[in-house]
């Protein structure tokens, strides 16, 4: 089992920046993979990030390339999600989330927990 606890959601203008991080416990955090989704109101949720269990490997959906960066402090069981030049398109909830497996996925039903999300506003 894994827990998550998502944090570092907020109000910022376009342009601005946030760092999201989730908590994990439970299983050996080095073990496997993490990722971040996010929901925006009457979509279905998306892939945005991933990261391998060392940190090695990232994959990002195309419109978050450049702007957004994953990384990963196995020492703290602690995953990130810096976001630069935010959008308004960005707004949504974002969720950390973690597979079955070590291996670095990016679709939603690869993935067996998912922290409570934290919700992420940006203003034009």
């Known amino acids: 089992q894994v827990q998550l606890v998502a944090s570092g959601g907020g109000l910022v203008q376009a342009g601005g920046s946030l760092r999201l991080s989730c908590a994990a416990s439970?299983?050996?955090?080095?073990?496997?993979?993490m990722g971040w989704f996010r929901q925006a109101p009457g979509k279905e949720r998306e892939f945005v990030a991933a990261?391998?269990?060392?940190?090695?490997?990232?994959k990002y959906v195309d419109s978050v390339k450049g702007r957004f960066t994953i990384s990963r402090d196995n020492a703290k069981n602690t995953v990130y999600l810096q976001m630069n030049s935010l959008e308004p398109e960005d707004s949504a909830v974002y969720y950390c989330?973690?597979?079955?497996?070590?291996?670095?996925?990016?679709?939603?039903?690869?993935?067996?927990?998912w922290g409570q999300g934290t919700q992420v506003t940006v203003s034009s």
């Open positions: 989330a973690a597979p079955k497996t070590a291996v670095l996925v990016t679709s939603t039903d690869e993935y067996s927990y």
């Open positions: 439970g299983r050996t955090f080095s073990t496997y993979a």
């Open positions: 990261i391998s269990r060392l940190g090695y490997s990232t």
